[in-house]
């Protein structure tokens, strides 16, 4: 079945300093989501990528879909305290209802 | 209103007992989702109703029975689980749309089976 990983697994930055967490999936995605989940919260959505070599902002937080629609990247500038949770990205197959998880990257800050 | 709503926040049930879990949204979505999460893990999809039809069963146990009685509301039936059930159980729902469409999850019940 599909499969969706991400690495790193666990990051930890000086507030300040800028996170990246990548996504690659085992299968063609129709589209990709990305999710927060604040400690002892559940998952938000934050975007959706559905087009290939897509790139979107918003405000501090940039986020690609890969040419071949397989990985996606998120990247987060000048982090923040309020940046901390797990990043999860989630891939769908063209014509399956089926959000696949990735394993997430956990995300601290060093104030 | 875009939340999603469980009850209750926590149960914690012996092996033979029979429990329910329940979720509402008013959202209109005809899409509604049942999670497990366990910790430091990513939700693992358990079932989804389209339409108040179950259209995916990932191969989840029959000790575990989804039910969803009409558009707004989506049940887990619980009856004699085993202690590594014990997860948050996670609730979502969402628009049915062609190209994915965007999901809102609830709180979670976190359950602990003894």
């Known amino acids: 079945g599909q499969q969706v990983m991400q690495i790193p697994q666990y990051q930890h930055v000086q507030e300040g300093e800028d996170f990246t967490t990548y996504c690659n999936s085992s299968?063609?995605?129709?589209?990709i989501q990305w999710y927060k989940q604040r400690p002892g919260g559940h998952p938000v959505f934050l975007i959706q990528?559905?087009?290939?070599?897509e790139v979107k902002k918003q405000k501090r937080l940039t986020f690609q879909f890969g040419e071949a629609k397989k990985n996606s990247s998120l990247h987060i500038t000048a982090t923040q305290t309020t940046d901390v949770g797990t990043y999860f990205c989630?891939?769908?197959?063209?014509?399956?209802?089926?959000?696949?998880f990735g394993t997430g990257t956990r995300l601290t800050i060093i104030p | 209103d875009t939340e999603v709503t469980q009850t209750p926040k926590h149960l914690v049930m012996g092996m033979t007992n029979k429990k329910s879990l329940k979720c509402e949204q008013h959202?209109?979505?005809?899409?509604m989702y049942w999670y497990k999460q366990k910790a430091k893990k990513p939700p693992e999809l358990m079932f989804v109703?389209?339409?108040?039809?179950?259209?995916i069963n990932e191969s989840v146990p029959s000790r575990f029975s989804p039910e969803c009685p009409n558009s707004s509301l989506l049940n887990l039936h619980l009856h004699a689980l085993q202690p590594e059930d014990s997860a948050l159980y996670l609730c979502?729902?969402?628009?049915?749309?062609?190209?994915?469409?965007?999901?809102?999850f609830g709180p979670g019940t976190r359950l602990t089976v003894l």
């Open positions: 959202m209109g979505h005809r899409a």
């Open positions: 109703y389209s339409y108040e039809k179950l259209s």
């Open positions: 299968t063609t995605l129709s589209n």
């Open positions: 979502a729902s969402s628009r049915i749309r062609a190209g994915g469409n965007e999901q809102f």
């Open positions: 989630a891939g769908q197959s063209f014509g399956n209802e089926k959000l696949t």
């Open positions: 990528l559905v087009k290939s070599g």
